[in-house]
């Protein structure tokens, strides 16, 4: 069974840099790409960052240069380093691990964790 697990959300300042972490079971971590995406109250879920598994990342442009990605093969582990957050950061923060073999896809999603930023 396979299982993703956010972390290390809460209520954070403005300026904070919390980290989100994403612990994963139950597959073979280091083949799967990792997303991490938000989802903000009344807003669509959006993709905030990814990481392939060769680790070459993408960000959403509202994540550069603020977010960082990054992930731990050996301890099945996904990050999201967030800093200078903001408000508009507020939305529950889920990771995803996708991997497409032949003609199948394997998508798995995390529960979420919600970040809330005051000002």
């Known amino acids: 069974q396979v299982r993703l697990v956010e972390s290390g959300g809460g209520l954070v300042q403005a300026g904070g840099s919390p980290r989100l972490p994403c612990a994963a079971s139950g597959l073979t971590f280091s083949t799967y790409a990792l997303h991490w995406y938000r989802q903000a109250p009344g807003k669509e879920r959006e993709l905030v960052a990814a990481?392939?598994?060769?680790?070459?990342?993408n960000y959403a442009d509202s994540a550069k240069g603020r977010f960082t990605i990054s992930r731990d093969n050996a301890k099945n582990t996904v990050y999201l380093q967030m800093n200078s957050l903001k408000p508009e950061d507020t939305a529950v923060y889920y990771c995803?691990?996708?991997?497409?073999?032949?003609?199948?896809?394997?998508?798995?999603w995390g529960q979420g964790t919600q970040v809330t930023v005051s000002s």
């Open positions: 995803k691990a996708g991997q497409r073999l032949y003609s199948l896809e394997y998508v798995y």
């Open positions: 990481i392939s598994t060769g680790r070459n990342t």
